[in-house]
C-alpha cells in the first residue's frame, strides 16, 4: 500500500509512464533508500514542481533544470574519472534568448541540429558563465518542432583572445594550411576542409564545414564562428550558417612572448612562444625506456599495448614553468634535452650505468635546471590537469644582471 500510494503522488506531480516510475522507485528502495526519500527524488528527477527555463534564465546553482534546445556542437571525448576512464559529451545548446556549453555524462544518441527537451540537469559555474549538467538521470526527449536560434551581432576577437566552448564570433585571418578530407557524420559522408589560419596575434585551427573556396594565403572575416577544443588547443568551427568573405589585408603572425595567464586562460594554442622560470622538474624526466612497437613509454619493460618487449632508451624533461601570471607544463625531447642539459643521452646512459642508478640523471637535471629562466616555443597537447606544451625549440635564458639592477634600483626609488 505504501509503495502504491507513492506511485500514485509521484504520477499525479510529474508526466511518465507508471510502468517506469514503479521500475525506478523499486530501484531506490532495493538500494535501501527510504521511500519518501526515493520519491521526492523522482519527482525532482522527472521535474516535478520544475518550471521550465529559457537558456538566457539558467544561473549556475540551479538543480532539476527543465529546457528545451537545439544543439548546436557536440564532440565526444575521454576523461579519467577515480582511477576509471569515461567517455563524456560537450558541446553548445542554444534557444531563441540564448547559448550555453553542456556536459553529457551519458551518451543521449544527440548529434548536432537536434532539437531536444531536457529534464533534471543542473548548472555549475565554468569560465564565469553557466554550463549544463546531464548527468546518467537527465531525461533527453528529441521533439518534432525546431527552435530558432538567438540572432546576436557576433562577438569580434582577436585570435589569441579565442577560447573553446564560445559562439557567434567574428574573427579575421589569413589562410596558413587547408585541406579537404571526407568525415562520416551519424552515417553520411560529409566533406569538410581543415587547416591553420593566422592573424598578427595568434595562430589556430579551423575547421569548414561548407566548402567556402578558400585556399592557402587567402584574407578572411569570418562572423558567426563557434569554437570548441581540440587536441588540447581551440578551434575555429565555421558551417552553412556563418558569412565568409576573403578581404584585402596584409595579415603574418610573428611570434611574441605570450603570458602564462593568456595561455591558461584560452586553453592553450599553436606555436606558442613562453618564458619562465622552472619551479618543478617532474620525476618521469631523465631516461626512459620506450616501446619498439608504439613508442609508448614502458615501466619495467611492460608496454601496455604490446606487453613484455625490449624498451629503447630515450632522454626527455618534464617541467613545470611558472611566469608569476600563470604555469603550464613544458616537455622537452631529447634534442632539446641534449641542448638544455649540454650532454648526450650517451654520455647520461653511461653516467647511470656506472652508478648502476637511473636517478642520477634525473639529480643531474634537478641541479642544473631547477630555478633556472627558460624561453620555449611549441604547441599544447590535451590534458585534463594543467596545458602541456611540446617544445619544439627551448633554451636557458642569460639573466641581464646590470639591466636587473637598474630596474631594481629605478622600483626603489635609486
Not at 500500500?1 to 521500475?23: C, G, N, Q, T, Y
Not at 519527482?43 to 521550465?52: C, F, N, S, T
Given at each position: ?23 525506478k522507485l523499486k530501484e531506490f528502495l532495493d538500494y535501501g533508500v527510504p ?380
Open positions: 500500500m505504501e509503495f502504491e500510494e507513492a506511485v500514485e503522488e509521484i504520477l499525479s506531480s510529474v508526466d511518465a509512464e507508471r510502468e517506469e516510475i514503479e521500475k521511500i519518501e526519500q526515493a520519491k521526492n527524488a523522482l519527482i525532482r528527477k522527472y521535474g516535478g514542481g520544475a518550471r521550465e527555463k529559457k537558456i538566457k534564465d539558467i544561473k549556475p546553482g540551479d538543480r532539476n533544470v527543465i529546457t528545451s534546445a537545439k544543439i548546436l556542437t557536440i564532440d565526444e571525448r575521454e576523461v579519467e574519472v577515480r582511477g576509471k576512464t569515461r567517455k563524456i559529451y560537450r558541446g553548445l545548446l542554444g534557444d531563441e534568448t540564448g547559448i550555453i556549453p553542456f556536459t553529457a555524462w551519458k551518451d543521449f544518441g544527440l548529434q548536432k541540429g537536434d532539437v531536444v527537451k531536457i529534464k533534471g540537469c543542473s548548472a555549475s559555474e565554468w569560465q564565469g558563465q553557466p554550463r549544463l549538467s546531464l548527468s546518467e538521470w537527465t531525461i533527453v526527449e528529441k521533439v518534432e518542432y525546431d527552435i530558432e536560434l538567438i540572432k546576436m551581432p557576433p562577438k569580434r576577437l582577436n585570435l589569441i583572445d579565442v577560447r573553446a566552448n564560445i559562439s557567434n564570433v567574428e574573427v579575421r585571418g589569413k589562410i596558413t594550411s587547408i585541406e579537404r578530407r571526407e568525415v562520416d557524420v551519424g552515417g553520411e559522408k560529409k566533406t569538410v576542409y581543415s587547416g591553420i589560419m593566422e592573424d598578427e596575434t595568434a595562430r589556430i585551427r579551423f575547421t569548414a564545414w561548407k566548402d567556402f573556396e578558400l585556399k592557402e594565403g587567402d584574407a578572411i572575416r569570418i562572423k558567426g564562428a563557434y569554437v570548441r577544443s581540440w587536441r588540447g588547443s581551440p578551434q575555429i568551427i565555421f558551417d552553412e550558417n556563418a558569412e565568409v568573405e576573403k578581404i584585402d589585408e596584409k595579415i603574418e603572425y610573428t611570434p611574441y612572448t605570450i603570458p602564462l595567464y593568456k595561455v591558461v586562460e584560452r586553453g592553450g594554442g599553436l606555436d606558442l612562444l613562453i618564458e619562465g622560470v622552472i619551479l618543478e622538474v617532474r620525476r618521469d624526466s631523465g631516461i626512459i625506456f620506450r616501446c619498439p612497437h608504439c613508442n609508448r613509454r614502458i615501466k619495467e619493460g611492460v608496454c601496455d599495448e604490446h606487453g613484455q618487449v625490449d624498451g629503447v632508451p630515450d632522454l626527455r624533461i618534464r617541467a613545470l614553468v611558472d611566469d608569476g601570471t600563470g604555469a603550464v607544463d613544458v616537455i622537452f625531447n631529447r634534442e632539446l634535452t641534449e641542448k638544455l642539459l649540454e650532454k648526450s643521452m650517451d654520455d647520461y646512459l653511461k653516467m647511470a650505468e656506472d652508478a648502476m642508478d637511473y636517478g642520477i640523471v634525473y639529480a643531474d637535471i634537478v641541479d642544473k635546471l631547477l630555478m633556472h629562466p627558460v624561453r620555449v616555443y611549441g604547441d599544447s597537447i590535451q590534458s585534463d590537469f594543467i596545458i602541456s606544451i611540446i617544445a619544439k625549440d627551448g633554451e636557458k635564458i642569460k639573466p641581464d644582471v646590470k639591466k636587473d639592477a637598474e630596474e631594481l634600483m629605478i622600483e626603489i626609488g635609486g
